[in-house]
């Protein structure tokens, strides 16, 4: 009882954050951390409420990077299939990249549906922006997306951000 208790709280909170969210502005996200790890009944429930409540974008997180790509397609189908109504609003996701998988694991949500992910230009075990932002250039209509990234204006900015980021200059 406590469990439902919990999350009819948790389900209360969300929605009430998206509508205030929605007074302020029509693109309101609900990011879903940790989600690779949540409990599916209640990982779904919690963003059936946040799509109720206004949300137009849903992020989910592999805050810990611990997910390899196939892990990551059938999840995504998951959510799909468990959640109608994906279907009508952004589906975005970010994941940690400890196992040094978080650009193939960006790569392949994007082929089962992801339209929008959180990438780090300057390397910060995060999806790499340049690293996605090149492979989605090239390759990219192999699997219907294209990206409007300026990949060599890019090169030359990110070139900066390091230089601006040495300690030992």
Excluded at 30 to 43: E, G, Y
Excluded at 143 to 160: A, C, H, N, P, W
Aim: hydrophobic share 45%.
């Amino acid at each position: 009882t406590d469990v439902i208790v919990a999350m009819g709280s948790v389900n209360q909170a969300i929605e009430e954050t998206v509508k205030a969210c929605s007074t302020k502005t029509s693109d309101v996200e609900f990011i879903a951390d940790d989600a690779t790890r949540s409990d599916s009944a209640f990982l779904y429930q919690a963003i059936k409420t946040a799509i109720a409540a206004g949300a137009k974008t849903i992020t989910i997180c592999d805050a810990t990077g611990a997910i390899l790509p196939d892990e990551l397609d059938a999840f995504i189908d998951n959510l799909y299939a468990n959640v109608e109504e994906l279907k009508n609003v952004v589906l975005g996701i970010s994941c940690s990249n400890e196992l040094a998988m978080a650009d193939a694991c960006a790569i392949a949500s994007i082929k089962h549906g992801v339209r929008e992910i959180k990438a780090a230009a300057y390397q910060v075990n995060q999806i790499s922006l340049p690293h996605v932002s090149r492979l989605l250039a090239t390759k990219g209509e192999a699997f219907g997306v294209r990206s409007l990234v300026r990949t060599v204006e890019m090169k030359r900015i990110i070139k900066q951000i390091e230089w601006m980021c040495q300690t030992s200059r």
